[in-house]
């Protein structure tokens, strides 16, 4: 399983910030279940059904789950793990009882973000969809996977970016598209939480890493990674002066269900790591970490990223006062990465 040594040394170290009885005979509903967001929140609820004995019902929508399967297949044949086969765009005819919804289906793909009215269209329509899945199904609390982007361009002199910062994307540029189509999100649910009297809230999630980020997509952690496994050097293909933040696979999974189960009605919170790092420092630590062998190559080419941002860093203080923490430092996380990808031990 991707994540078993990881999440053993969460759970055998750390106290949960929630009360894991809450989940017992609950069936949650997840879209975008097989991306590196849901393999690690598969991950978790696979290790508290198993380790913590919580009976905790799982449903997956995914257009090919085979695929999924096929490459992680200690997903197979569990009683807990239903599969829905269909698409968030279209309208789904769905009826099952569900407790609560997880919501994270976008395609992150170089490919979908050149795409600008598709993706528009796809988190839109997706969103209402599942909204109205979720009424049909009487869904108690329903979590909404929005990003950091939703914020607009960080301007470099504000440190961190707080739930109340005032600032969006351009909407006379193009590239804002994602950060806009997850505001517009974010107001569906508003609406429908006001308009239905059901309970939902938002995730802002930033960026991440560990065992399952992708390493051949338009995020460097990634690429660092595949370059380092891979490659003649580690390529930086942009001045590297940029200023990110990274948090884990496995902490992210857990602050996810984490507002799912204690978010406050309709509140936005960011997730992601307050550490700050330049994206040429990453480039060297990684190099000292796993591939001291090689060099660091500048191909400086144009940045076609939805947070292309020269700043992109979350306050976390709101996430903090829920019990989250980041527990898994970025050394952590390019070492479980390298090793995973490379088929070793993580840890």
Not at 30 to 52: D, M, Q, R
């Amino acid at each position: 399983m991707i994540s078993s040594a990881d999440l053993s040394r969460y759970f055998s170290t750390y106290e949960f910030p929630i009360n894991l009885q809450h989940l017992d005979n609950k069936i949650i509903f997840i879209t975008g279940g097989t991306g590196f967001f849901g393999i690690w929140l598969l991950s978790l609820f696979k290790y508290i059904n198993e380790e913590f004995g919580v009976n905790v019902k799982i449903s997956v929508l995914s257009r090919n789950p085979n695929i999924f399967l096929s490459r992680y297949n200690d997903f197979n044949d569990l009683d807990w793990l239903t599969w829905l086969i269909g698409d968030v765009r279209h309208h789904l005819d769905i009826d099952m009882d569900c407790d609560y919804v997880i919501h994270g289906a976008t395609d992150t793909s170089i490919d979908s973000h050149r795409n600008y009215y598709n993706m528009f269209e796809t988190i839109i329509s997706g969103t209402k969809n599942i909204l109205e899945v979720s009424l049909r199904n009487k869904a108690r609390r329903i979590l909404l996977i929005s990003s950091g982007a939703a914020y607009g361009e960080q301007p470099f002199s504000m440190e961190k970016l707080t739930e109340c910062t005032h600032i969006a994307p351009q909407t006379v540029d193009v590239r804002s598209v994602y950060g806009e189509a997850k505001r517009c999100m974010e107001m569906l649910g508003t609406m429908f939480s006001v308009q239905e009297d059901i309970h939902v809230n938002y995730a802002r999630c930033f960026t991440f890493m560990g065992p399952g980020i992708p390493l051949n997509g338009q995020f460097a952690f990634g690429n660092f990674i595949r370059d380092a496994l891979r490659g003649q050097y580690i390529h930086l293909n942009t001045s590297g002066n940029a200023i990110r933040s990274y948090l884990h696979g496995a902490d992210l999974a857990v602050w996810l269900l984490t507002i799912l189960l204690k978010g406050e009605k309709n509140e936005i919170y960011n997730v992601g790591s307050s550490n700050e790092i330049s994206i040429r420092q990453l480039a060297e630590m990684v190099k000292v970490s796993v591939a001291p062998e090689k060099g660091i190559k500048s191909l400086v080419r144009s940045d076609t990223s939805p947070t292309r941002f020269n700043r992109y860093v979350p306050c976390t203080k709101k996430i903090q006062n829920l019990g989250c923490i980041q527990h898994f430092s970025i050394i952590d996380g390019i070492k479980h990465t390298y090793n995973f990808a490379k088929g070793g031990p993580r840890v």
